[in-house]
């Protein structure tokens, strides 16, 4: 009896001792400091986005101006960022620019002449030195020295800094101060590609207005008086213009050229037995704007050519005679032989023909021979006597039956070489006047027919 007493005595002290702990534990809950709690994990910060800016014009003219687009949605902060001019010879030129934020999708105008600043425009009062016809360039980077953006052009070899690459052939140097400049087409399109550049009139402070198409191909048949003019260098006789325009009679040659500067190609023909050039003011029927200039050679070996020999912007006519060896090209579209520029060079072989183009992208129009037993082009850079100046570039076929043809095919600027198969009805034009069979384009258009001939222009 006593021994269960004493269990059931220490029983209720130790109840006691336990309710009594539970006590000042759930006071000190209740009165002391909070229990510690799991500290609040933040999300890491957003990684900033690179920016979406890019050089979207170049000109080169008598003021130098740098267009910069921004095709991101967001603004970029432009404060400390550099463009620099890469120039031909000479160190380089750089403009910092100031505390300028670029909004999304919107221009700004870097400008060499003093002024004052605005939301879209930029003054350096900082001279660049580019000049129209050189190999040069253009490089943006940003506030830490990293590259953003580059062009070049011309024949340049600048390397591109680090950030940014480039690939393909360079797009052709601006050829005057008042003509088309170098513009990204499509608007603010970047690949880092030399093609995702070339020529357009100036459009700063607005979307870029597009580049030229190029020359492009068409027939024209003797027989029929007529000439097939394609408004795109596509297979097949869709995007095609007919013009009833010549005569059936053989010693009439076609041609075709910018006769009043305007920079659309028209139609004409020479007689040779009349001596007598019939060129069209538009590609149109008939006989109603044609301007009649009396020049050249009954003689079957002079052969009608045509180009912008002074490069004013307007094509004039010329004769080569192969038994001479000798160009007649003259200053104006006019009667008579009172302004003729006379350049010897050239072959008395019946299978070198004449060539006429802008090898160099200059602007004006030099002259070249085609030699179908060799293949060979011989291309030269300026209008003088002799075989100086001279590029020499091998593509062609020795078989009579293609004949060669010469266009801006892709509105750089320059003329570039290209073959017409009359048996196969199939063109091959190159995009770059160098060996072989890379850069070509193959377009399946004409006729087999012996009287029918291959055109080029910009029609």
């Known amino acids: 009896m006593k021994k269960q007493t004493r269990y059931r005595l220490l029983i209720m002290i130790l109840t006691l001792l336990v309710m009594s702990l539970y006590a000042s ?75 300028f934020t670029l909004p999304a999708y919107s221009y700004v105008t870097l400008d060499e002449r003093a002024g004052t600043n605005t939301a879209d425009h930029i003054y350096f009062d900082s001279e660049f030195i580019w000049n129209p016809g050189y190999d040069e360039a253009g490089v943006l980077l940003d506030d830490g020295g990293d590259g953003i953006d580059f062009v070049r052009w011309g024949g340049s070899t600048e390397p591109p800094p680090t950030g940014t690459s480039w690939t393909g052939p360079n797009p052709p140097y601006p050829p005057t101060t008042d003509g088309p400049q170098l513009a990204r087409v499509p608007n603010g399109y970047d690949t880092d590609h030399g093609e995702d550049w070339c020529l357009q009139n100036r459009s700063f402070g607005a979307k870029n207005t597009g580049c030229s198409s190029g020359d492009l191909i068409g027939m024209y048949s003797r027989g ?21 325009f010549g005569s059936t009679d053989s010693s009439w040659s076609p041609v075709e050229g910018d006769w009043n500067g305007n920079g659309t190609d028209t139609i004409g023909m020479y007689s040779r037995t009349q001596k007598t050039w019939y060129l069209k003011g538009s590609n149109t029927d008939g006989w109603g704007d044609v301007t009649t200039v009396r020049f050249g050679s009954t003689d079957s070996s002079w052969i009608p050519v045509v180009g912008d020999w002074d490069g004013d912007g307007t094509d004039t006519i010329g004769m080569y005679s192969r038994t001479q060896k000798t160009w007649y090209l003259k200053g104006s579209n006019t009667d008579g032989w009172g302004d003729v520029t006379t350049v010897r060079f050239g072959s008395t072989d019946t299978s070198w023909i004449p060539v006429v183009g802008n090898w160099d992208g200059f602007g004006d129009d030099t002259i070249g021979m085609y030699s179908r037993t060799q293949k060979t082009w011989y291309l030269k850079t300026c209008n003088t006597d002799g075989w100086t100046g001279l590029t020499t570039v091998r593509f062609g076929s020795a078989d009579a039956s293609w004949l060669p043809v010469v266009g801006d ?51």
């Open 224 to 244: 029929q008086k007529t000439w097939y003019l394609k408004d795109a260098n596509n297979d097949g006789w869709d995007n095609v213009s007919t013009v009833r």
């Open 409 to 459: 095919w892709n509105g750089w600027g320059d003329d570039t070489i290209g073959m017409y198969s009359r048996t196969q009805k199939t063109w091959y034009t190159k995009n770059v006047n160098d060996d072989g069979w890379d850069n070509v384009l193959t377009i399946r258009f004409g006729s087999t027919d012996t009287s029918w001939s291959a055109e080029a222009g910009d029609w």
């Open 25 to 99: 534990l759930t006071v000190y809950a209740q009165e002391g400091d909070p229990p510690p709690t799991e500290p609040e994990v933040s999300a890491p910060p957003s990684p900033t986005p690179a920016p979406k800016v890019v050089i979207n014009e170049i000109d080169v003219g008598l003021v130098d101006r740098v267009e910069l687009y921004n095709y991101g949605s967001f603004a970029v902060d432009l404060t400390g960022w550099e463009f620099t001019a890469v120039y031909w010879v000479g160190s380089p030129d750089t403009w910092t620019l100031p505390s």
